[in-house]
C-alpha cells in the first residue's frame, strides 16, 4: 500500500453542458468571474480559472450531455461572499436552490448547486 497524500484530492472537474453560452454566462454571472474559453483541443471549453494556475484545482465546462436531474455528481464550487448572495445570483439567473435554511459548521465555504 502506498502513503500517497496529494496537496488536493480532486484535479480536475469536467461539467457536461448542452447550452454553452447559456452556461458560461450562468456561472459568470452566479460567482462573479469570466471563464476563460479555449478552443485548442477537440471540443470547445470554458474554464474555471483559480487563482494560481499551476497549483489550483480548477475545471471546465464543455458540450455535452448532463446528468439527469437528481442524479450525477456534486461539485462544489468558491462563490464571493457572502453566500446569501450567491444564492440569490442563483435564482436571478435561472438556477434553483435546493438546500435551505442549514448552518454551516465546517470552514468557510461556499456551496452552489449544480446548473
Not at 453566500?83 to 435564482?91: F, I, P, Q, T
Request: aromatic fraction near 8%; include cysteine.
Amino acid at each position: 500500500m502506498s502513503n500517497f497524500t496529494p496537496p488536493n484530492v480532486a484535479v480536475w472537474f469536467e461539467l457536461p453542458v448542452s447550452d454553452m453560452e447559456r452556461a458560461k454566462g450562468f456561472y459568470n454571472a452566479v460567482l462573479q468571474t469570466e471563464l476563460k474559453e479555449d478552443d485548442t483541443g477537440p471540443n470547445p471549453m470554458a474554464i474555471f480559472v483559480a487563482e494560481d494556475e499551476k497549483s489550483g484545482v480548477a475545471g471546465h465546462l464543455y458540450p455535452g450531455k448532463p446528468a439527469p436531474a437528481g442524479s450525477g455528481n456534486t461539485v462544489h464550487l468558491a462563490a464571493p461572499e457572502p453566500l446569501e448572495s450567491a444564492l440569490d445570483r442563483v435564482r436571478e439567473n435561472g438556477g434553483e436552490v435546493f438546500w435551505r435554511d442549514r448552518q454551516l459548521t465546517c470552514r468557510p465555504v461556499r456551496l452552489l448547486p449544480g446548473y
